[in-house]
């Protein structure tokens, strides 16, 4: 079974410049989360998106958006860069109820997109 | 607001000894709490998880422990080995809640 997989690995960008960034979620899973690992800190929770509907957003500012596609796929798109986005940018997935046995939503991560904006 | 905080950004261990990896939480209406491993350059791996109706939960060399009244968890490694050695995230959530709050991780490092 194919993981949570991340486009672009590495992206380079100049501050004031847009990036998207892709991402496919395991088969089967309807919800997509964003986080954001900036360089020392923790995890960051960006957004939720679940059956093409965003749920929850983070602390962050409105030129971080994105979407959910029919097929379950997601985009996040980070306008007018500033040097303080460089960060690695993680996608996840679960079902939508996915809390299992053990009662915890357990996400499944990809291996990230390291966006650097220069 | 941190509602989740690891307050030891490192810790190192001799192959065969225990680990313990330390997670503090501010907000009581967490009620599962879960243990993450990143290998550089992978996304996070999860590797346990305990409802706070619980107090311990073990799987294999892992086990977690919870004390809700001290609003605290630690997940003790043993015996470590030099494959343990990562970046561990603890994180948390509400009943039935879909996003999971980390913290801001532990490395570990073990030395054979």
């Known amino acids: 079974e194919a993981g949570v997989t991340q486009s672009p690995t590495h992206l380079i960008k100049t501050r004031g410049q847009q990036a998207t960034l892709r991402c496919s979620p395991i088969?089967?899973?309807?919800?997509v989360y964003w986080y954001q690992q900036a360089l020392g800190l923790g995890l960051q929770f960006l957004l939720w998106?679940?059956?093409?509907?965003?749920?929850n957003r983070g602390n962050f500012p409105p030129r971080f958006s994105g979407r959910q596609f029919p097929n379950y796929s997601s985009e996040l798109n980070v306008n007018a860069l500033e040097l303080e986005d460089s960060a690695l940018y993680l996608c996840?997935?679960?079902?939508?109820?996915?809390?299992?046995?053990?009662?915890?939503?357990?996400?499944?991560f990809g291996a990230g997109s390291r966006l650097t904006v220069l | 607001d941190q509602q989740v905080k690891q307050n030891s950004p490192s810790l190192s261990v001799q192959e065969g000894r225990i680990s313990i990896l330390n997670c503090d939480y501010t907000?009581?209406?967490?009620?599962?709490f879960l243990w993450y491993k990143k290998y550089p350059a992978e996304g996070p791996t999860f590797l346990i998880s305990?409802?706070?109706?619980?107090d311990k939960n073990e799987d294999g060399r892992f086990t977690v422990f919870l004390n809700k009244s001290a609003k605290h968890l630690s997940l003790h490694i043993v015996p470590s080995q030099p494959g343990d050695s990562a970046v561990y995230f603890c994180?948390?959530?509400?009943?039935?809640?879909?996003?999971?709050?980390f913290g801001a991780g532990t490395i570990l490092r073990v030395k054979s």
């Open positions: 996840a997935s679960s079902y939508t109820h996915g809390w299992g046995i053990s009662g915890a939503n357990v996400l499944t």
């Open positions: 088969s089967g899973h309807t919800s």
């Open positions: 994180a948390a959530s509400v009943k039935y809640g879909n996003k999971l709050v």
């Open positions: 907000n009581s209406m967490f009620d599962y």
């Open positions: 305990i409802s706070s109706i619980k």
């Open positions: 998106y679940d059956e093409g509907e965003e749920r």
